[in-house]
């Protein structure tokens, strides 16, 4: 394998933002990291602006990027956005889901993202008839990550119900829903195994939500993980009203439920961790179990504020995902969940600089099952993101405040270059291997149109 060399004109190396920085990749690894290197070595790929290590994206829903716009019109809550969500679902293919995930997946590439978590749950045809290939759209998945030059973590979900009714029984799906149950945990379990890690996709677990898997089958959804020693998401308390439903089924908060039915621990990532009593965040931080932040998704549904701080000071590990992708701005979420912990606390500085980097990445990577990703070190995957200092936005502040820039002031629209496993996947703003990834967006989105 030929080795390449990327002179890094400014990199976060964490904690600390250092000038010149020669990275030497050989494959998909960095095999050295030297500082101090005021000029670029001769033959090196030179990475103008501020080098962060690539983002992770711990939570995506691919299809609901053709919601944009739509669900901005007029008012409602949650559960109205999901109708219109349901509709879209009700239109896809495994060939459009490849064209719009393709799409999606590359205009996280030109965001700097270069691992997505995929949470994915529409497994079935309509009226949830089994494709031929029952994993067809999982695998379309899987192909739209590598068509666009990024990593996925498949969190393949189990969805088996409507609603709460007893410890064994859930509502029956609705019509909509058919396509994503398997009826039971142990035909998504059956399911699930015939998907297969490669080298840029790993294939996780995920709970949809206590509303989604009857009490006594989550033990199945966790057992399969960790046999496999594959990540485990849940969305958590993301409304009141699934809050109100276990109490009222169970006796006990959707997180006591986790608890207890052994779903919660280090490889367990709960996402939105919304509605929360102090026994749950001292059950999310004493078992370790992760927290996946969502503000611009929380934010956009009207949802409410995650307690993030108290989380992570309980020991929840924070990462950040885009969610519904009212926008696909890794940044951006950063930087919300700082400026909405100002809000609801009337105090700043909640977090620095380099404590919401590492949610975006390192902590990212490890909830999705990539702990060789997320930091620019020697063994580490050759994932890069660089963000643009002259720019409109980022322009002006002192060097040594590039990171501060950075999360506070750079968008997705600075990202200048990205590099996934040592391939550059996006030059100049450019990406390498999706034309117009605009206009395969717009042709993705359209068809899905009535």
Excluded at 64 to 88: I, K
Excluded at 248 to 264: E, F, I, K
Excluded at 266 to 290: F, M, W, Y
Aim: charged fraction near 20%.
């Amino acid at each position: 394998m030929t080795t390449q060399t990327y002179w890094l004109e400014q990199a976060w190396l964490d904690p600390t933002v250092e000038p010149g920085v020669a990275v030497e990749v050989t494959g998909d690894r960095i095999t050295a990291v030297r500082r101090g290197v005021d000029a670029p070595p001769s033959g090196a790929t030179v990475l103008r602006g501020l080098t962060l290590p690539g983002l992770a994206n711990a939570h995506s829903h691919a299809f609901h990027r053709a919601l944009r716009g739509t669900v901005q019109v007029g008012s409602g809550t949650f559960w109205t956005w999901r109708e219109v969500m349901y509709s879209v679902a009700d239109r896809l293919t495994p060939e459009t889901y490849h064209a719009l995930a393709r799409a999606v997946y590359a205009e996280m590439a030109l965001a700097g993202i270069t691992t997505v978590g995929e949470f994915h749950y529409l497994h079935h045809g309509p009226g949830g008839v089994a494709y031929s290939d029952p994993n067809a759209m999982g695998e379309a998945l899987i192909q739209a990550a590598a068509d666009a030059g990024i990593r996925i973590t498949l969190l393949d979900t189990a969805y088996v119900a409507s609603g709460l009714l007893t410890e064994s029984r859930g509502e029956p799906p609705n019509r909509h829903q058919l396509r994503f149950s398997d009826g039971t945990t142990e035909a998504w379990a059956q399911r699930a195994s015939a998907l297969k890690d490669r080298d840029h996709a790993r294939i996780g677990a995920a709970i949809h939500s206590v509303r989604a898997v009857p009490a006594r089958q989550l033990g199945v959804v966790a057992e399969w993980a960790t046999a496999r020693l594959a990540p485990l998401h849940v969305h958590l308390s993301e409304q009141t009203a699934e809050n109100e439903a276990c109490l009222a089924v169970h006796g006990r908060t959707p997180t006591r439920l986790l608890a207890d039915h052994g779903v919660l621990g280090p490889r367990t990532t709960g996402v939105h961790n919304t509605h929360l009593t102090d026994e749950d965040i001292a059950l999310l931080g004493r078992t370790t179990t992760g927290t996946c932040m969502c503000p611009t998704t929380e934010r956009d549904l009207a949802d409410g504020i995650g307690p993030a701080v108290r989380l992570q000071r309980a020991g929840s590990p924070l990462s950040l995902g885009s969610d519904s992708h009212a926008v696909i701005d890794i940044l951006e979420e950063a930087r919300a969940m700082e400026l909405n912990e100002r809000l609801r606390s009337h105090t700043r500085g909640h977090w620095t600089a380099a404590a919401l980097l590492r949610a975006a990445t390192a902590e990212g990577h490890a909830a999705l099952g990539w702990s060789d990703a997320g930091v620019i070190e020697t063994g580490a995957l050759a994932d890069f993101a660089t963000i643009a200092l002259d720019s409109v936005r980022t322009a002006g502040p002192l060097p040594r405040l590039a990171a501060e820039t950075a999360v506070f002031a750079a968008s997705a629209a600075d990202v200048r270059h990205t590099v996934a496993g040592g391939r550059h996947v996006v030059r100049d703003g450019v990406h390498t291997l999706v034309d117009d990834v605009p206009g395969a967006l717009a042709e993705a989105v359209s068809a899905l149109r009535d």
